[in-house]
């Protein structure tokens, strides 16, 4: 019986504990992933940003950036692509008239050396100021625009199925903003 007595006043402690730490930690966590994606913006966007508004629609975060010097820009965030070894959180930025000026990648778990070619400057150049009407977002193999990465073409095929899906998502949210912008 005393054992029992034991047991329960250390799984108590141990709970209360790790209740106390987690309450500790969610601000600071919460603060390094906001700071986290304001830096992936800035990694996107041509201009320093002064300001960044958030909406949430059907699961999509979208954003309303704007410039020190009075630019504009949107972006939208897909957390559910899937790549060749696990999900790919990719942010997007979008010019005034609907086109990718660039993406980037926040998370994945892509091949090093091979599927992870997708986060760098030379793969990503191909899509920017790409959108729904110019430009056929299906792998080269598939008979599409995307210069796939060699050896890691579902990971080129996510990237640029996100990519594509991001566009016709901004255009469903801004529709007056992408007019004649999609594909007849």
Known sequence: MRGVIVMTIIG?????????????????????????????????????????????????????????????????????????AGLIEVLIGFDADCNILDYKVVTHSETPGLGDKITQDDFRAQFRGKGLKNFDWRVNKDGGDVDAVTAATISSRAISGALERGLKLFAEKYPNKCAGSKKE
């Open 12 to 84: 108590i402690i141990a709970a209360l504990t790790m209740a106390v730490a987690n309450n500790l930690t969610q601000g600071p966590i919460a603060a390094a992933k906001g700071r986290t994606k304001y830096e992936a913006l800035q990694e996107i966007f041509p201009f320093k940003i002064a300001s960044v508004k958030d909406s949430e629609s059907n699961g999509v975060v979208f954003f309303e950036v704007s410039g020190t010097k009075g630019e504009s820009a949107s972006a939208l965030e897909l957390g559910t692509t899937q790549g060749y």
